[in-house]
């Protein structure tokens, strides 16, 4: 008995319950004339395989917002169709387009939000994996914190703002690969790991109010750690950070976790910076800890201001 292949409906319900092989196969069956789309707006070249890379990433996202299931191959047009035009509008010295750019309103939800489905948030999450440190760092910045503008990422990660555009140009293309070709994987439980490392992070200034973040390093942290200044300076190591987090304790500043992300070597907190009361401009009001790990430790962590500090009065 020949089986007979599922309809457009029935994938795109499949995928809004979280079935990432679904949404692959929409993908695939749907490929042809999204890239016909994109060729006659733009012609052949790097910019017409760059809209379909995106409007890939799109669905992936907006996927749940489609309300007729059967209309799924003209609304992945449509989005092929939006991408192009805003390209052509955009300014030349602006080549990369990005999720935002095609995708959502100021007050939509987060990417996070998004991708809550389990099992898609997996699939996102494993092909995440796939690139490369230095390209997965500036995604998971642009797209998973709040550090995501160009200006910001470039300054934690101590490169040109150019080089940022580039790295997220590649990422974009490498993720729609590496989606479609990982939908049918079995992939790793992203809440746990989330969920382990905030842990981990709430974990580290519950021990540093007890004065016990010396011993939370020396656990969590390589011997020969390295600890690097907002200023993008090697401070010192494992004991220079225990010194710093003293010193602000000291001082009465607080902090609380916000925000982790993370993705085998590298993890994200961003945390609230909150000053005395009688030394409100203290410190900024935010930081963020970029780790880079080595066998699940902390290898190197950079501190990061994404705001100065309020003006004193």
Same mark, same amino acid.
């Given at each position: 008995?020949?089986?007979?292949?599922?309809?457009?409906?029935?994938?795109?319900?499949?995928?809004?319950?979280?079935?990432?092989?679904?949404?692959?196969?929409?993908?695939?069956?749907?490929?042809?004339?999204?890239?016909?789309?994109?060729?006659?707006?733009?012609?052949?070249?790097?910019?017409?395989?760059?809209?379909?890379?995106?409007?890939?990433?799109?669905?992936?996202?907006?996927?749940?917002?489609?309300?007729?299931?059967?209309?799924?191959?003209?609304?992945?047009?449509?989005?092929?169709?939006?991408?192009?035009?805003?390209?052509?509008?955009?300014?030349?010295?602006?080549?990369?387009?990005?999720?935002?750019?095609?995708?959502?309103?100021?007050?939509?939800?987060?990417?996070?939000?998004?991708?809550?489905?389990?099992?898609?948030?997996?699939?996102?999450?494993?092909?995440?994996?796939?690139?490369?440190?230095?390209?997965?760092?500036?995604?998971?910045?642009?797209?998973?914190?709040?550090?995501?503008?160009?200006?910001?990422?470039?300054?934690?990660?101590?490169?040109?703002?150019? %080089?940022? #555009?580039? +790295? /997220?140009?590649?990422? *974009?293309?490498? !993720? $729609?690969? @590496?989606?479609?070709?990982?939908?049918?994987?079995?992939?790793?439980?992203?809440?746990?790991?989330?969920?382990?490392?905030?842990?981990?992070?709430?974990?580290?200034?519950?021990?540093?109010?007890?004065?016990?973040?010396?011993?939370?390093?020396?656990?969590?942290?390589?011997?020969?750690?390295?600890?690097?200044?907002?200023?993008?300076?090697?401070?010192?190591?494992?004991?220079?950070?225990?010194?710093?987090?003293?010193?602000?304790?000291?001082?009465?500043?607080?902090?609380?976790?916000?925000?982790?992300?993370?993705?085998?070597?590298?993890?994200?907190?961003?945390?609230?910076?909150?000053?005395?009361?009688?030394?409100?401009?203290?410190?900024?009001?935010?930081?963020?800890?970029?780790?880079?790990?080595?066998?699940?430790? %902390?290898? #190197?962590? +950079? /501190?990061?201001?994404? *705001?100065?500090? !309020? $003006?004193? @009065?």
């Amino acid at each position: 008995m020949v089986s007979t292949p599922e309809s457009d409906a029935d994938l795109v319900r499949a995928a809004q319950s979280g079935d990432p092989t679904a949404l692959g196969l929409l993908v695939s069956r749907h490929q042809a004339g999204m890239q016909a789309v994109a060729l006659s707006l733009l012609g052949y070249g790097p910019d017409a395989e760059d809209v379909v890379q995106d409007a890939v990433l799109v669905a992936l996202s907006r996927i749940g917002e489609l309300r007729d299931p059967s209309a799924v191959g003209p609304w992945l047009r449509a989005v092929v169709r939006n991408g192009a035009r805003m390209r052509l509008r955009r300014s030349r010295t602006v080549p990369v387009a990005d999720l935002e750019a095609l995708a959502l309103p100021a007050a939509d939800p987060t990417p996070e939000d998004l991708l809550e489905g389990r099992s898609m948030r997996d699939w996102v999450w494993h092909a995440m994996g796939q690139l490369s440190e230095p390209v997965r760092l500036v995604t998971m910045l642009r797209y998973f914190s709040d550090v995501s503008s160009y200006d910001q990422i470039a300054a934690l990660c101590g490169i040109p703002v150019g %080089t940022v #555009r580039s +790295r /997220l140009s590649q990422a *974009r293309s490498k !993720l $729609a690969t @590496a989606l479609h070709e990982t939908a049918s994987l079995a992939h790793d439980d992203a809440a746990a790991l989330t969920a382990a490392r905030r842990r981990e992070a709430e974990e580290a200034l519950v021990t540093a109010g007890r004065g016990e973040f010396s011993d939370f390093v020396r656990e969590h942290w390589t011997p020969d750690a390295q600890f690097v200044a907002p200023d993008g300076q090697v401070a010192g190591g494992r004991e220079f950070a225990v010194r710093a987090m003293d010193r602000d304790l000291s001082a009465g500043v607080r902090q609380r976790i916000t925000n982790v992300a993370a993705s085998g070597d590298v993890m994200i907190w961003e945390a609230d910076l909150i000053s005395p009361p009688d030394d409100p401009t203290h410190c900024p009001p935010g930081a963020v800890w970029l780790h880079t790990l080595r066998e699940g430790r %902390t290898a #190197r962590m +950079r /501190l990061f201001h994404p *705001r100065p500090a !309020l $003006a004193a @009065a």
